[in-house]
């Protein structure tokens, strides 16, 4: 069913997370993550999808008495991203994310998708302004942003802003992009363009997308996992998670009987 | 709930037009309206009694500083470069306590925008919940200080630490007086800056720091601008308390109009004045009684200039997150 001959990009191995009250959010979760695919994380609500998605950024670092054990190794260099040796900033520099609610900073478009580079400390002009109009393209926000991208970011529709956080995210190259329910504060037509951007975006990187969409799962994703209460219950071929689960919980969450 | 409060309302409202066939529920609806009717006019009545007074404040100003331009010329007011209204000789330049004013002030301003800025910033961003356990109780201990206390610092104590520095250093100076002006507001700058920076959602901070910024960056790059207004706002309010301070450049700014914005010298300020002059028993109606309001009033144009301009810059960087 997975194909063989795809190189993976990373991989979670064991892996328990313990929020700093002491809930246990996920309970030894080993999944891999296919470069160059999208894989999307479905699940009742509570079940620890974000948890699990923050934990490849180390967003979990932020607040003090969260633990993680297990570990998430990193493509090709085989680097445990988890040990405490590894800088987080490190990590963040090569794995970006884009939140549920677009954040954009308060400051200008063009001063958002540099944002990344500046904390780099690049400071070339030009280089900043090729890695900001690529970042734009990239996002298919250029067209509409070119001529005003001196203008706040706040004063862009909901979408666009979302648009521009993907924009902002990919100005640094990342090697995997971490989506949690990216478009579930978005209208129909702007999720439809965010999902068909991460189509295209599967080219360059590596996906992990969590969504509470179905269909949106099954449009666009290449490998599902389902999980519930922590657990990773089931993971496979996005198609034959939808159509042929092996477990009984995917099978009723999937065709609605629950969650 | 939204729904049915929506409900209840709508039955009270169609109850005024028939009250013949109240039903007990709705009758109790009745009597919750007079008690938010009674309740709803003691808080306006609260909040006009503060607007009155600004007024009331305002209207005594004009009118007794009417009788002083009766006597001088606002052209001498805003020109002449002496002010001595108790003299044989009377001179009634204005802008030689507006010099002291402005001086004091912006020496304590140099003193308490970075300081407070950079506490604001520590505690809201840096401070474990320890250390803000125990720093914000030390500068709210700074806020409680009588300002005689500091105006007495400054003379007593800052003053012959400064002279050690700069021997010509005259006792009463704005220097002395400006940096402990500063020290005294500290405290409100920091205050309400770190409470603008606090309301930054952690969305934004979360989206910084996954785009691999350290907290450093995070702090000044987003966070700051992200909270600009309420910081401007905090900066309004040091910039309203430093015109207005009395006791510290009272005490140790010295009491003697004199037209300079060289801190080093001492002078008077509009505050300064007006307790010097106050305290003695001046006749009503005499120009040295009337003198008080003029000022008074310039100082009050002042405060309110600033607080204009405040509202403005707020206004043009309000939070939009
Ligand atoms: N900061 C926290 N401290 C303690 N427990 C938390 C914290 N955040 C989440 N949890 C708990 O961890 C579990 C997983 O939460 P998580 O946010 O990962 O769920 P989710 O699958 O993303 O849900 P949703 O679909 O609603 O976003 C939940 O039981 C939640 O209550
Ligand atoms: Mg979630």
């Excluded at chain 2, 900066?235 to 914005?261: C, D, H, K, N």
């Amino acid at each position: 069913m997975i194909n063989a001959t795809t190189p993976i990009k990373a991989e979670s191995k064991d892996l328990n997370f313990f929020y700093s009250n002491g809930t246990q959010a996920l309970k030894g979760i080993n999944m891999p993550l296919y470069e160059n695919k999208i894989t999307a994380l479905i699940g009742p609500s509570g079940c620890g999808k974000s948890t699990f998605l923050r934990c490849f950024n180390r967003m979990h670092d932020l607040y003090p008495g969260n633990r993680y054990e297990g570990q998430i190794i990193m493509h090709p260099d085989n680097t445990n991203i988890l040990e405490k040796g590894v800088d987080p900033i490190e990590v963040r520099m090569r794995i970006s994310m884009v939140f549920q609610k677009p954040n954009p900073f308060p400051k200008s478009i063009y001063e958002n998708v540099a944002y990344g580079l500046r904390v780099r400390g690049e400071s070339n002009k030009r280089l900043l302004d090729d890695k900001v109009e690529e970042a734009l393209k990239g996002a298919a926000l250029w067209n509409e942003v070119k001529d005003r991208l001196q203008d706040l970011a706040f004063n862009l529709s909901g979408g666009q802003q979302q648009r521009l956080c993907i924009a902002r995210a990919l100005a640094t190259d990342p090697e995997i992009m971490l989506f949690d329910e990216p478009t579930s504060a978005l209208d129909p037509i702007a999720t439809a363009n965010i999902e068909e951007l991460m189509s295209e975006l599967r080219n360059k990187l590596t996906i992990l997308v969590v969504t509470h969409n179905m269909q949106q799962a099954a449009r666009i994703s290449d490998y599902t996992a389902y999980m519930y209460l922590g657990d990773l219950i089931e993971y496979g071929d996005t198609d034959m998670i939808f159509t042929r689960p092996t477990r009984k919980e995917t099978e009723d969450y999937i065709t609605g009987k629950f969650g | 709930m939204m729904s049915a409060t929506n409900k209840v309302s709508k039955n009270s409202s169609s109850t005024t037009a028939s009250l013949t066939t109240v039903s007990p529920r709705l009758a109790k609806n009745v009597q919750r309206h007079f008690k938010e009717r009674v309740i709803e006019f003691i808080l306006m009545l609260a909040a006009l009694s503060a607007v009155f007074t600004t007024f009331a404040i305002v209207a005594i100003l004009l009118y007794e500083s009417l009788g002083f331009f009766k006597t001088v010329s606002i052209v001498e007011f805003f020109t002449s470069k002496e002010w001595t209204p108790l003299f044989e000789d009377a001179h009634y330049g204005i802008m030689p306590l507006v010099a002291g004013t402005l001086t004091t002030s912006a020496v304590a301003l140099a003193v308490a925008i970075p300081v407070g800025t950079i506490a604001a910033i520590y505690l809201s961003e840096f401070a474990s919940h320890r250390a803000r356990e125990i720093v914000k109780p030390i500068l709210e201990l700074l806020v409680g200080v009588p300002t005689i206390v500091f105006g007495y610092f400054a003379l007593l104590f800052v003053t012959p630490i400064l002279q050690k520095i700069y021997p010509e250093l005259p006792g009463f100076n704005m220097l002395s007086a400006g940096i402990v002006m500063g020290i005294m507001i500290i405290p409100y700058i920091a205050s309400i800056a770190e409470d603008a920076m606090r309301a930054v959602p952690m969305s934004m901070r979360e989206g910084s720091y996954a785009m691999g910024a350290t907290r450093f960056q995070t702090a000044i790059r987003v966070v700051t601008p992200a909270a600009v207004s309420g910081i401007v706002a905090a900066y309004i309010l040091g910039i309203s308390r430093a015109v207005g301070e009395t006791m510290v450049v009272a005490v140790a700014a010295g009491q003697q109009p004199t037209f300079t914005f060289d801190p080093t010298e001492g002078a008077a300020t509009i505050t300064a004045y007006i307790v010097q002059v106050a305290m003695g028993d001046l006749p009503h109606a005499s120009i040295g009684y009337q003198s008080i309001f003029a000022a008074g009033l310039v100082l009050f144009a002042m405060t309110l200039c600033f607080n204009i301009l405040g509202h403005i810059v707020r206004k043009k960087y309000r939070e939009q997150y």
